[in-house]
């Protein structure tokens, strides 16, 4: 890969994530962390607003943008099926907006890439989750954006039931079911709890905020061992 197409790849890496850190972008431009450091280090000189730095993690300020870009029938193809696969397994809202987005998308593409895209013999079953599974989720899913503490009632696996404060730190996908992971102040641990096993939940109005120890990346850490 030429350094200019390098460098391209990283702006549009780090801006379609939070936090984005230099060995994740090493491995996924197969190169080196040292070239990341220098890759971002030579961005930033040039005027490209990312913070952040060696060690950390970057993340790209509010406002910049960049020409817009021509897919091409690979890259047209590839979101289509993104879109197929995994609309019946997200929440109506996020469903009508990866559609709507999709739209955007093949209305800008040459009729030739977007005929490519939409015959795509990819396709998903519409069997996905149940209404009541959907709607919660989108509530959870709101619940993690806005940083508000949740009131579970869960239902375990050996069917045991309690009430549980948490704080929802993401919704994870595992191929069958949904699951929350969160920080549990009453186990004072993180806890990951199915989602079609919680059998009422209350978005409290009580918000919380980033603590050490409590984080989604330290739960990731911990996993990692």
Known sequence: MRRADRLFQIVQLIRGRRL???EFLAERLEVSVRTVYRDVAALQMQGVPIDGEAGVGYRMKAGFDL????FSKDEAQALVAAVRL?????DEGLADEAEGALGKILAVLTPAARASAESLAVFAPQTGLDATTRQRLARLREATENRNKLSLHYQ???EQT???LV???ACLFWGQVWTLAAWCELRE???SFRVDRIRSLRVLDERFRDEPGKTLADMTRRQRG
């Open 20 to 22: 984005t850190t230099a």
């Open 67 to 70: 020409p817009p870009l021509m």
């Open 86 to 90: 995994s609309q019946p397994q997200l």
């Open 156 to 158: 375990d696996l050996s």
């Open 162 to 164: 309690s009430e549980r």
């Open 167 to 169: 704080r929802p730190l």
């Open 189 to 191: 641990d993180f806890r």
